[in-house]
């Protein structure tokens, strides 16, 4: 039976992507590093740490861990500041009207991000009544593909995976619903998010009727 549903933030709930991308490409420029959309792409759902890596890596650069850690924080900085910007108008279209049926329905509902911000950009959209659990970058150690935040966020929701369906819009994401049992709906195109169970184009499409009735042998 599905009891709980986990949601991704960036991309999900809102699209924070250009305002991480305009972040990275910042300290990109005063770095001197190459970074672009396409670059940016492969950011989408893994950690900060593991996204400066990426960003290295495709620069052929190695610095001491203490300045990664230094340049990372510099790069937060620049996206906290721009969150400030973010209103209840933000919510990706479709969003909030899943939420609110959701809980009108009674479903339980956490947040499986791998943010550390996730907890700002809830408070920006005053969406935090939506969620009875948040897990975020904070929760656990192993980022996504590892199904770590997503099984965080069910024992909290004391349900078991079979019973919890996940909501992603990274490939990493998907692989980590599915390497922790749990249902998956991917938001985006089919070369991202098609190992997803159900997958729709944008969040206007996923609606609680559709999802109701892919899902319904297991309601
Ligand atoms: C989300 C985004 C990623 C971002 C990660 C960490 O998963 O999709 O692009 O790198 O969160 O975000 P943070 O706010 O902790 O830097
Ligand atoms: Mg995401």
Same mark, same amino acid.
């Given at each position: 039976?599905?009891?709980?549903?986990?949601?991704?933030?960036?991309?999900?709930?809102?699209?924070?992507?250009?305002?991480?991308?305009?972040?990275?490409?910042?300290?990109?420029? %005063?770095?001197?590093? $190459?970074?672009?959309? +396409?670059?940016?792409?492969?950011?989408? /759902?893994?950690?900060?740490?593991?996204? &400066? *890596?990426?960003?290295?890596?495709?620069?052929?650069?190695?610095?001491?861990?203490?300045?990664?850690?230094?340049?990372?924080?510099?790069?937060?900085?620049?996206?906290?500041?721009?969150?400030?910007?973010?209103?209840?108008?933000?919510?990706?279209?479709?969003?909030? %009207?899943?939420?609110? $049926?959701?809980?009108? +329905?009674?479903?339980?509902?956490?947040? /499986?991000?791998?943010?550390?911000?996730? &907890? *700002?950009?809830?408070?920006?959209?005053?969406?935090?009544?939506?969620?009875?659990?948040?897990?975020?970058?904070?929760?656990?150690?192993?980022?996504?593909?590892?199904?770590?935040?997503?099984?965080?966020?069910?024992?909290?929701?004391?349900?078991?995976?079979?019973?919890?369906?996940?909501?992603?819009?990274?490939?990493?994401?998907?692989?980590?619903?599915?390497?922790?049992?749990?249902?998956?709906?991917?938001?985006?195109?089919?070369?991202?998010?098609?190992?997803?169970?159900?997958?729709?184009?944008?969040?206007?499409?996923?609606?609680?009727?559709?999802?109701?009735?892919?899902?319904?042998?297991?309601?």
């Amino acid at each position: 039976m599905i009891k709980g549903f986990i949601f991704d933030l960036d991309g999900v709930i809102t699209d924070t992507a250009e305002l991480h991308y305009e972040a990275w490409k910042k300290l990109s420029d %005063e770095m001197g590093w $190459h970074f672009d959309r +396409e670059l940016n792409e492969k950011l989408r /759902g893994i950690s900060r740490m593991d996204s &400066i *890596k990426v960003i290295m890596d495709h620069n052929h650069v190695s610095l001491a861990d203490d300045v990664i850690v230094e340049l990372a924080t510099k790069k937060n900085d620049i996206y906290v500041n721009s969150l400030e910007s973010m209103t209840p108008d933000d919510y990706l279209p479709g969003a909030k %009207e899943l939420l609110t $049926h959701l809980r009108q +329905e009674g479903f339980l509902v956490a947040l /499986g991000s791998a943010s550390k911000n996730a &907890i *700002k950009v809830l408070q920006q959209l005053k969406a935090m009544h939506y969620f009875d659990v948040i897990g975020d970058g904070n929760s656990v150690a192993k980022s996504k593909p590892a199904p770590d935040i997503f099984l965080y966020a069910s024992e909290k929701l004391k349900l078991q995976p079979s019973n919890c369906v996940v909501f992603e819009d990274a490939e990493k994401g998907i692989d980590a619903a599915i390497a922790g049992g749990f249902h998956s709906v991917g938001i985006g195109p089919e070369e991202r998010v098609g190992h997803a169970e159900l997958r729709f184009n944008t969040m206007k499409e996923a609606t609680y009727f559709e999802v109701r009735s892919f899902f319904s042998d297991f309601f």
